[in-house]
């Protein structure tokens, strides 16, 4: 009992210590609030006063936050951090926009009120970050990427921005099927050229090929290689059949 106590204790210890060093919200003092230094006055006043004149032709407010490091914060709740805390958006309404960027962790995030989620959502916010900004950043252009990702939010909130449908993940997901269906491809012809030799060859090597494949393609856990030794097994028994009805 007394165990379970002091782990008690240390826990809770852990977490007051742990809360005490929580990443604290900058305060708002403009529409660009620059706190990582990645602008330059010339580029923070241009963006500024296109920004002002935008909020005073639709009333909808759009706020840039930089900042040096996330310090272990995950990007998506330090930003509902920063709009409770920044309240964007005319009352009422709550038609603002948080554009924040974390230098050191190349970490974005879009973040948009109730009254413009409707148009700028999560997959659009996410197609603005993934092909107008990464790409400008990654070349050092970050003004150009802020100025870009501004005019693409203001097109989304019109509807008038769709992206062309992909996200990095999208991406992520199509180079990982082209490399299972290579990986099967391999697969199926060292199997198929053992197993003219001799099929239980070819169904011993597809024990072997089965799970390094799903290893290292899937990740997969200890527990579940004895599952991919078996289809392994299995499939390289038939990769002989496989292989002669491609030849044919």
Do not use: C
Not at 110 to 134: K, P, V
């Amino acid at each position: 009992m007394k165990k379970y106590i002091v782990s008690f204790i240390w826990v809770l210890l852990l977490a007051i210590a742990t809360s005490g060093y929580a990443l604290e919200v900058p305060k708002l003092t403009t529409y660009v609030n620059d706190y990582a230094g990645m602008l330059s006055k010339d580029e923070v006043d241009r963006i500024s006063r296109d920004l002002e004149l935008y909020e005073s032709a639709t009333s909808n407010q759009i706020f840039i936050l930089t900042i040096p490091s996330l310090e272990g914060e995950d990007i998506e709740g330090f930003s509902i951090k920063v709009a409770e805390s920044w309240k964007a958006g005319h009352k009422g309404k709550d038609n603002g926009v948080i554009i924040t960027l974390a230098k050191a962790d190349r970490k974005i995030r879009i973040e948009a009120g109730r009254g413009l989620e409707g148009t700028l959502t999560d997959l659009i916010s996410g197609r603005i970050i993934d092909q107008e900004m990464s790409p400008r950043l990654k070349a050092g252009k970050t003004a150009e990427a802020l100025e870009t990702a501004i005019a693409k939010i203001k097109l989304a909130v019109k509807g008038e921005y769709k992206g062309d449908g992909k996200t990095a993940k999208d991406g992520e997901k199509e180079k990982e099927d082209s490399m299972l269906q290579f990986g099967l491809i391999i697969f199926f012809v060292i199997t198929g050229i053992a197993g003219f030799a001799n099929i239980f060859l070819g169904g011993s090597i597809g024990a072997v090929l089965g799970p390094t494949l799903g290893y290292f393609m899937f990740n997969v856990t200890f527990p579940l290689l004895f599952i991919f030794i078996i289809g392994g097994f299995i499939l390289g028994l038939a990769g002989r059949i496989v292989l002669e009805v491609g030849i044919a």
